[in-house]
Structure formats: structure tokens, C-alpha cells
């Protein structure tokens, strides 16, 4: 059976000497599906470098505004082939088709494509600062050279290489996107670059603007992120992988953005839990396992003071756990590591108290996982306890008091989210006091009596958060305009004369709305108006 | 004799085991200034990493308000002391008491301070950011630890890492600073630490809000960057001194920001040369030689048309350097430099035309070295042609036509600054858009007819630039406020009750005149107004 083909320089092409051959797997049955994907030889990876600098070459010289007709165009085509998407998706990963994969995750995509293509018109983004009495000038702007997207597993669309969130706001930062198709959802990477080569032809975009690789052997993942035609990297994934990577970025002083692991603690303070405790169970549960607990904000740890109430938690959350019907994870590595990440757990003192163990069904069902600890055996070994299970699992720790779970919260590694939880009428205030400025330090998004599942796409999120959930606490890969600039260099220009000056950062207003910070006030003015 | 104290936990006390000593310089004798600074042991930073985890503590209850008040305060007491600081920065380096250390760097030293309370005050550089329908919320807040700034060699003041630009910002961000004292100003900062140390008293600032370290051997230095108490770096200094604390910061994913070498090069076009050629020679004098050629952002590197005009540039450019007053070094480390690095250019088919080795003289004095070389040596070699020589030095590259300078710019490293010069009358206009798109992306600040000492601490200012020039070119060490969010870390608010918010997040506009990113819209509103 014949491999499918790379997209490379604006061509679907095969792999020029194929090393090897994957396929793509339907997690449901375990069975492979029909399609069989090239592992390439250096060969490609080289001529998809050539074609990126060919495109920012092409860029430097190009409007804006095509970059913004490309994103709305792509926006448009992948809305034209949903039924072909969201069935290719669904075999790929398991993931519900029309609840999750056409309600939610294909409009997300396109949303977040078409406000990545509106702030490339408003152009606000580029944060153009002006200090008209020295005539300095300074802005966001491209960087010199591709950006590589090594998308994750868990979001075949949302967070996909060739179309999610890194993807979108690389582009409209003005860079040319080698994407690197997770090898769970190959297929579906394929026929979004499809679409995008469309929107390309469409739009008259640089041919190289969007280019799109399977699996090479490791060391090739290492020599693209060191050339020196790729200006920055984006990462979601495994820590151990994500830190090879930056290794190599941090070498060369090349920004790498990560994504690597989190596993979003939530405090559930003891007024919380008297005042509704089956309403949290089933708000935690309804989070855990959603997305068979693929999230990257996934619930991972909740802690909560031991006692009655406790122990009525812990039962009402494991009812809904054993009576939740086991969901099929991505991947047989995703249920591997679920098997693995529980052993750690269990060897640590960790106490099952639903599931733990993969369903007895064909293909990657996994039970719903609940695990309980005491404060002092977490303590005991903190690092082995914040293990993150991927998947539909959470561990549950019992501090014997608050000061236990002030210590707890000083192991916490860094995380995406935290959230806390209490009661309305204010008896947990003095304790949120205590607790939530220790927790803030930790998680990139504090949260009130919600759970963090739910990535809503805004200028206000954080989708970020401290080492090792990233790499940089300041950067956050959800939200425009904020995500864009990770992808952007600054730029200042001194006595540069006026009309070689970017448009944004003449004297007039280049859209008569961009907002910019004229001399410390922000303002849609023109200079001199 | 006894060794000068450090500055620990609000108190000047003796290194408390100190493994050796060293001594000030003066570089305009060569001999030993009187006072003799400590080698610590790890004991001594230890206690200081301690001071710094107890001064982070007692900021997370304090008002924003105590860091502005702290740093009007020391810029006050700085002022104060102006004898004694000018006297001792002018003994240690050399450098011309009245016109650069009294009346330019000291008040841009307290400038900046004071520009960091007034952001402190103002707020507006945590660029809060609000979705009022999600009831989202974002903002620009501190770090969870010390920053430790180790300052350069060139600015005794205004770069200081007691006192200086990353000082100033890292303290506006809300964290406690460890100042590494440079050798080539130890008494001068101390001076300055005894000003920090007067103005936390004064103010009731944290003991541990400013402490001050001398020398120590190398391996202490990364353990200080490994340490968890640490929560970023400022480091302006050498590359390879630059890239091994790198290297430790970025394994644990924390911030650095690291200004490392520039040579900052100057495109003279052939119409600006036929125009105003003994013009731009002096220009070019008087940028290479202020503060003996020892700024970042000196002019180490100038290109030019090779024929009649560039050779009379040359010789008009030579004269000046052959006739001005040989310039003193900071110490002997720079003048060995400078001997090294002018080898390396000359062995490469550099030829001297002026100057070129250390004055005959006591200290460090070195003549004004001006160097050429055609295109094509260049180009055999660039890398080794962009050897940065820190002193009073630039080399002229003689290139054949307008293809092998475009040639010349795409070997360039990354610098801080890039310049072209043009004619006023458009003559060199079609040269000009073909190479400064080239340039432009090379360097944070390019300019226009205009040499690139002298940086304006304006918020349009970038002093960064792509790597080796710093470590990351989306960011800027001098410009207020995109300098403070460079110690801040991102945080989002979801769902938080309003009373439990910062501030900055709250719905009342907490100044009246802060400025927030709210539903997409820049405002000094309040929410609901």
C-alpha cells in the first residue's frame, strides 16, 4: 500500500527515501487504519527548510493583510470539509465525533484562525510605542525564519501542528509553519494541510507558508530545531521530549515555547465541602473524565482536609467514577502510561478507590481512576506523587490540617491551573487567604469554585504557567493578542525617516483603530492630529 | 588591611569565611585602589539566598506602593552621595568624572529608578487585561523568588547590578534583588548598596529587598542560578561567561535575560559618503571613542562602497582617531582584549590604519584602532571578522558593490543596533530598501543617520536584539515598562470573586488612570462605569 504523501514547497509529494512506514491506529478497536505514513529521511526535512526560507523571503515583502486573508480562507475550507475532519479524527482518536470533535473542537479551531486573522488587521498586536519628542519608535514584528509546531495527541484540531493555536498565531505573527503531524492523528494533520494548500492556492500565499512532515528518526528532530532557517518553536507534549528540544533551542538562543505537563491541583476547603460536596464531586468528576481526562488542564490532584466530609467526598466522587462508562484513551502509549503512572502512585501509598486499571474491551478503554493519600505520605515523596496519570484519573490527598496543606502546596511543582474552591457564606475566607497566595505562585490560571477543564480562547487566559508546565512563566499559548507575540521579535527604529517606518508605526494611524501607546497614553489618534 | 563587608539581610558584615580577596583597580595608574573585597564561600550566599526567600515573603503582603517608595527614596540618597559615588566610579574606572559619571550616567541611573516607582505607581506595565463576559482576567505580576543581576563591567551606575536597569526593573516587578558587584567596581557598588540600604530603612522595605556579593569561584555562580530561591537573571557581560549561567537557568525553565556582545554595524551608503563624508567621520569618531569605545552598543563595525569617497572616509576617519588623546581602559582583562581581538582581525587580512596597540603609557590607555578589510577577506572569514574588540576600535569593511554587501549582511550576527547612513536627496533610496530589510532583522534598533551610543531610556527603546546579542529578541533591558515584565510572570484570574482579585484586576480602576486592556478595548475606566 502506497505511503501518503508530505506536503512540501505548496506540493503533496512522497517522502523523497522513506526510512520506514507508521499507521495510524483506531484506539477504539486497536486495530490500524487504512492510512500509512512515510518516515523521512533528511532529504525532505531539507527541502522543507529551502521552501520556508523561500516563504520569508516572499513575507518580508507581502502585506499583511494576506496573512489575514489566509487564516479566514483556511478558516473557511476547513468548515467545508468538517464530515471528512471530524470522521478522520474520530477514528484517529476516539474522541466523541459529534459532541466533541464537530461541536466543539472544529469551531474552536476555526475561531481561533479567524481571531488570529482579525488581529492581524487590527494590527494591536504589534504593541506599537512611540515616543514622538526622541522620534524612537518600536513594535512587534517577524522573526527571520520558519517556526517548527510539534503539536500534542489530546486535540487533533485545536492544538493541531497544522491548524491549532501555535499554528494560528505564528502565522500571524508573519512566520511560514513547519508542521510536525502527531503520529496519532496523522490522517487528519493531512487533510488539514490539505485545506490549507487550498486557502494557499486561494489566496496567493507564499507556497512554503504551510508545509507539513510525519516521523523522522529523533537526531533530525534535533538538527531542524537547530537551523538556522527556523526562528522559533512551539511544543506540546511529554516533558522528557519537550526538554530534548529546548536543550537544542537554548543552545542557538532561539525561543522555544512549551507546553509539557500539568496536573492542575484543586483545594476543596472544608466550608466548600459541607455546603456541597455532591455538587463538586460531580463537577469534578464531569472534568476528570471528560475527553477521557486527555486535558492538559485535566484535575489530576485535588486536596481536601481529612475527616467525615472528606470520606463523603472521596464515596460520592467514586460512585460517579465506577459508574462513568470507561473511556477509550488516544493511543496504546497514552494507556501504558496510565498503567505506569498509577503503579508509581500505588508504590508511593497511594490507595485505589475506583478503576485503576484498563478496561476489559477491545482497543484503549480505560476505568475511570481514583486514587486517595494521606498529607504525610504524600510528603513523604512529593515528587513520585505529582506523577501526571493522562488520562481519566485523579489522586486525592487528605491533609490532616491547614498548616499540612500549606506544605503540600510548597512541593507543588508548577502547573497550567490551580483552582480553590469555598464556601459562600465565608467560612473558608481566612484559609483561601493563606492557601490561594501560595497557590498563585505555582499555576499560570487561579481559579474560583470552577474547574479549569475549558480553555476558553480570550485575551485574558493564561495558558501558561511556571516550569515545568512551561518553559517561561510569561508567555501563554492560548489567547490573542498575547499569543502572537511569542512568535515575534521587538523592534525598535531610532531617526529612521517616516516613510521607510513600518505602517504602524507611522504618524497616521495605519487602520484608524490600531490602538498604540503614543508618548505612555494609548490611543487610535494619529500623531500630530 | 580588613576586606570591605557585603551586604546581607539589611546589614553590612564581614565575608564569613572568605576564601581570598581581591582588589579595586585604578586603570589610569594600574595600581590597587585601597580597598580590598572578599572571595565569599557558599555560606555567605546561602544567608543572602535565605534573606531574599524571606524578603519575597514579606512582599507578597505588601502594597505596590512601599517598592515605589523605596526606589524614590534610594534615587534620592543616590543623589546625595553624588561626591562620593563620582570619586570612586571615577578611581575605579577611569572613566571622565564631571561629563560622563556626574552628569550623564548618575542622573540616568536615579532616572531610571525613578521611572521604575512611577510605573510601580502607575501600574500599567502589568498590562491587566479583562474579558468581562467570561469573567476572565489577566495581568503582568511577580515572581515567585530573587533575581540576581550580575551587572557589566562599562556602566558603574546606570548597568549596576545594585542600582542599574535590571535592578530598577526587577525590583518595579516586586522581587528582591542579589546584586553580583563587578570587580571592576566593587567600592562603587558597595557605595551604592549603602545608598539601597539607607532608602530601606528610610522606607521600611524587606532587609532582604537589596544584597550585595562579591567575587566567589565559578561553580557558586551556577549554583546561585540553580538555586529554587532564584527566580530569574539579568546578566550583561561576556558571551561565554553569558552562555554557562545560561545553560544551568535554562535547564530548570527559568528566566534570563542576557546581554552578551554587539558590534553593532554602520551601513554607509555611497551617497551619503559623497555627501557628507568628513560629517559622518567625525559622527563615527566621536560614537567609537566615547567612554573608550566601551559601550554595547559602540560602533565596532562599518561598511562602505570600496573606491575614491570610501578611501577618503578612511583617511579622514584615520586622521581623527590618529589625532585624538589615547582613552584609559577599565582594566587590564580589557586591554588584553582588545590586544587579542585586534590579532584575530589582522591575522584574517585586517589592516591597521590607525592605533593598534596600548598606549605608551601607565594603566591602561589604548590608542584609537581603526581597522579595514575588503569585502572578500570579510567574507572568507566572518565569523572571526565579527570578533568584537571592547574598546576604542571599529573595523571598515571595503565592500565591491551592492551584491557583496548584501552578502556581508546576511553573515551578520545578531546585534543590539544596526545604522544606514543615506543621502538627503534619495539617491541611495533604492540601495536602502534593499538592504535594510536585511539589517532589520539582525538587530533590535536600527537607525537613520544617526550613531547608536547613546540609548534613550524610553518605553520605545529596544536594547535587545537576536542572539549572540541577548538570549531571546523579543525583549528589551532598558525601556520602561517592557524592561519590568521581563521579571514578571503571567497571571490569570478565572472566575475569582472580585473582593479576592489584585487591584490592578478589580473592577474599580484602582488609580483612576491606570490603563487596562479591557473586552479588547485600551481604557482608564472603570468596569461598569
Known amino acids: ?61 507581502a502585506p499583511r493583510q494576506l496573512l489575514a486573508d489566509f487564516l479566514d480562507t483556511y478558516a473557511d475550507r476547513i468548515e467545508q470539509r468538517t464530515d471528512a475532519l471530524v470522521e478522520a479524527a474520530h477514528l484517529e482518536t476516539g474522541l466523541p465525533a459529534p459532541t ?26 504589534t504593541q506599537a510605542t512611540i515616543d514622538t519628542a526622541a522620534n524612537i519608535r518600536s513594535c512587534y514584528g517577524p522573526l527571520e525564519g520558519a517556526v517548527v509546531v510539534f503539536g500534542p495527541n489530546n486535540f487533533p484540531f485545536a492544538f493541531n501542528g497544522a491548524a491549532g493555536g501555535d499554528f494560528a498565531a505564528a502565522i500571524a505573527a508573519g512566520s511560514p509553519v513547519i508542521a510536525k503531524a502527531h503520529s496519532s492523528h496523522s490522517r487528519t494533520s493531512q487533510l488539514l494541510a490539505e485545506a490549507a494548500l ?228 465565608g467560612a473558608d475566607d481566612e484559609l483561601y487567604d493563606r492557601l490561594a497566595p501560595q497557590l498563585r505562585a505555582k499555576v499560570g490560571r487561579l481559579l474560583n469554585d470552577k474547574m479549569p477543564t475549558g480553555v476558553a480562547v480570550t485575551p485574558a487566559m493564561n495558558h501558561g504557567g511556571p516550569f515545568p508546565a512551561t518553559g517561561h512563566p510569561g508567555f501563554t499559548s492560548v489567547g490573542i493578542p498575547a499569543s502572537i507575540r511569542r512568535f515575534a521579535a521587538l523592534y525598535s527604529y531610532d531617526n529612521v525617516r517616516q516613510h521607510r517606518l513600518p505602517p504602524e508605526l507611522q504618524d497616521r494611524n495605519p487602520t484608524g483603530k490600531m490602538w498604540r501607546l503614543i508618548d505612555q497614553q494609548w490611543t487610535q489618534d494619529d500623531i500630530g492630529a
Chains 1, 2 share one sequence.
Open 1 to 61: 500500500m502506497s505511503m501518503q504523501p508530505l506536503l512540501i514547497n505548496g506540493e503533496f509529494r512522497a517522502a523523497a527515501n522513506p526510512t520506514g512506514s507508521y499507521h495510524s491506529t483506531n484506539p477504539m478497536s486497536g486495530e490500524d487504519l487504512p492510512w500509512s505514513f512515510p518516515y523521512s529521511e533528511w532529504d525532505d526535512i531539507e527541502e522543507v527548510l529551502q521552501a520556508a526560507a523561500g516563504a520569508v523571503s516572499e513575507l518580508r515583502g
Open 100 to 125: 466533541r470533535l464537530q461541536s466543539i473542537e472544529l469551531p474552536r479551531t476555526t475561531d481561533q484562525l479567524r481571531q488570529a486573522a482579525a488581529a492581524v488587521r487590527a494590527r494591536s498586536w
Open 198 to 425: 487550498e486557502a494557499i492556492g486561494i489566496t496567493g500565499a507564499p507556497k512554503g507558508l504551510v508545509q507539513l512532515i510525519y516521523r523522522f528518526k529523533p537526531e533530525y528532530g534535533y538538527d531542524l530545531v537547530a537551523d538556522h532557517r527556523v526562528a522559533a518553536v512551539g511544543f506540546t507534549g511529554s516533558r522528557s521530549g519537550g526538554m530534548r528540544l529546548k536543550e537544542v533551542a537554548d543552545r542557538r538562543g532561539m525561543p522555544i515555547y512549551l507546553e509539557m505537563s500539568s496536573i492542575n491541583p484543586i483545594l476543596i476547603l472544608p466550608g466548600a465541602l459541607s455546603e456541597r460536596s455532591q455538587d463538586i464531586a460531580e463537577e469534578f468528576f464531569t472534568s476528570c473524565t471528560m475527553g477521557t481526562g486527555q486535558f492538559c488542564t485535566n484535575p489530576g490532584l485535588v486536596m481536601t482536609m481529612a475527616g467525615a466530609e472528606a470520606e463523603t467526598f472521596v464515596e460520592q466522587s467514586a460512585a460517579l467514577f465506577d459508574d462513568g462508562a470507561a473511556g477509550v484513551l488516544l493511543n496504546r502509549g497514552v494507556s501504558e502510561g496510565m498503567d505506569e503512572s498509577i503503579r508509581i502512585l500505588t508504590r508511593n501509598g497511594a490507595e485505589v478507590v475506583a478503576g485503576g486499571a484498563a478496561a476489559d474491551a477491545p482497543g484503549y478503554f480505560y476505568e475511570n481512576t481514583l486514587l486517595t493519600v494521606s498529607g504525610e505520605q504524600f510528603l513523604a515523596n512529593p515528587q513520585d506523587m505529582q506523577t501526571e496519570a493522562f488520562g481519566p484519573s485523579s489522586l486525592v490527598i487528605l491533609a490532616k490540617d491547614a498548616d499540612q496543606m500549606a506544605q503540600i502546596i510548597q512541593c507543588f511543582e508548577g502547573n497550567l491551573t490551580g483552582c480553590l474552591y469555598t464556601d459562600s457564606a
